[in-house]
């Protein structure tokens, strides 16, 4: 019986050991970690990001899907499919395939490869490319949705504003290369103009 109990005890030493080792030291886990507090991800691969709470990622890659129900931000971060309820913030990541907001978005030398689908009244693509965008109508009053396009961000298909009442604000050094739909394309200057 107490060689028994010694052995249950000796066990669960090492899950606290081998728990605080993976928390403490960057471990690389190869099937990705589920969680439900802030979590913080350096320079490692996992395959998959299920976090509810805020999430920091760190030159990190993750090869399938990232999931997040609060706050994320991230930093030379490569994913593949990107879903955020909540804030999100990126600078210098690349999101191979589709990347869905639900909520703000501040993006910074970014390229999005597949169709950024965002619900948010205002969204700021700076030095960022990518594919396509949507935007999703998120009020039954219908207000007016923006994204504003500057320093060299570029978007290669439509902007498609589910609303029908979008507004995309481009400064001279930005451009679309395909339709905007549901919306109107203003310039930076323009706009500043008429806003005073």
């Not at 990705?32 to 320079?43: C, D, I, K, Q």
């Not at 589910?162 to 394309?185: E, L, M, P, T, Y």
Request: charged residues 20%.
């Amino acid at each position: 019986m107490i060689h028994n109990y010694f052995l249950m005890v000796l066990a669960i030493m090492s899950l606290c050991v081998v728990s605080t080792y993976s928390m403490d030291f960057g471990c690389i886990f190869p099937k990705g970690s589920s969680s439900w507090a802030s979590r913080t991800y350096g320079r490692k691969t996992v395959e998959n990001v299920n976090v509810n709470g805020s999430t920091n990622l760190d030159g990190t890659t993750v090869t399938d899907s990232t999931s997040v129900n609060g706050s994320l931000r991230a930093t030379e971060a490569d994913l593949n499919r990107l879903h955020v309820n909540g804030s999100a913030n990126l600078e210098k990541c690349t999101v191979h395939g589709n990347a869905h907001i639900n909520g703000s978005l501040k993006s910074k030398d970014n390229r999005f490869e597949d169709t950024l689908i965002i619900s948010s009244h205002k969204v700021c693509l700076d030095s960022t490319s990518t594919q396509s965008i949507e935007v999703r109508k998120i009020t039954p009053d219908n207000n007016k949705q923006v994204v504003t396009l500057e320093n060299n961000s570029s978007v290669m298909g439509d902007i498609t504003f589910a609303s029908g009442n979008g507004v995309v604000i481009v400064d001279s050094q930005s451009k679309i290369s395909g339709n905007v739909i549901g919306g109107v394309v203003v310039k930076k200057d323009d706009y500043n103009k008429d806003s005073k």
